[in-house]
């Protein structure tokens, strides 16, 4: 069963550049190599590429694996000596070739929308194969997640006004001299005007 990706993983695969793609042979010998990749649809896709190596296509170790066990396991991770900026996707799922011309195309001009190295590669042939994942499960941790910003204060809020302290004529307040007691201040008496005749 296919369970693909939500928003939150396709966003953390996006803003990465590289993976690790861990495969087992039939006796679960483990194997795990760095790897570019897509996201097209519902499925990551890697493609066996022109960068050298010891064997081509079907010959490589992860592609034996995969023939033997298709099921793999795929890492994203985020490295800091900062703890707290930790993070990973792992991606659990089973892998196969890709045969259909159709899929097969759109997979690649997915891989040559994130790799530039890509588009002046022969990527066609035998000895590069594409590979889909579909995935099982997704699991994402991060150490810390992002705190929500406060929300914006609505329009027409109204806030308590602070009254500034009461500033004598003709300048700042005084501060009291040392050792001295502050006398309590009183009240003046408003004169009654009169009317005069």
């Not at 806030?159 to 003709?170: Q, S």
Request: proline share 9%.
């Amino acid at each position: 069963m296919t369970a693909g990706l939500d928003r939150a993983a396709r966003a953390f695969l996006a803003r990465h550049r590289v993976a690790r793609l861990a495969t087992a042979d039939a006796g679960g010998a483990p194997h795990v190599v760095p790897c570019c990749y897509a996201v097209s649809g519902r499925h990551v896709y890697f493609v066996i590429d022109d960068k050298p190596k010891t064997r081509r296509g079907g010959a490589l170790k992860r592609m034996r694996n995969i023939a033997e066990n298709p099921s793999v396991a795929f890492v994203v991770d985020d490295w800091s000596e900062d703890w707290s900026a930790l993070s990973f996707l792992l991606i659990r799922g089973r892998a196969a070739i890709v045969r259909g011309a159709s899929e097969r195309g759109r997979a690649l001009r997915a891989l040559r929308a994130r790799y530039p190295q890509y588009r002046v590669m022969r990527l066609d042939g035998g000895d590069h194969p594409v590979v889909r994942i579909a995935p099982h499960t997704a699991h994402l941790w991060i150490a810390s997640p992002p705190r929500r910003a406060a929300p914006a204060p609505r329009r027409g809020a109204v806030f308590p006004r602070h009254r500034a302290a009461a500033t004598p004529r003709g300048g700042a307040a005084r501060s009291p001299r040392p050792g001295a007691t502050a006398r309590p201040r009183t009240p003046r008496r408003r004169r009654s005007l009169r009317r005069r005749r």
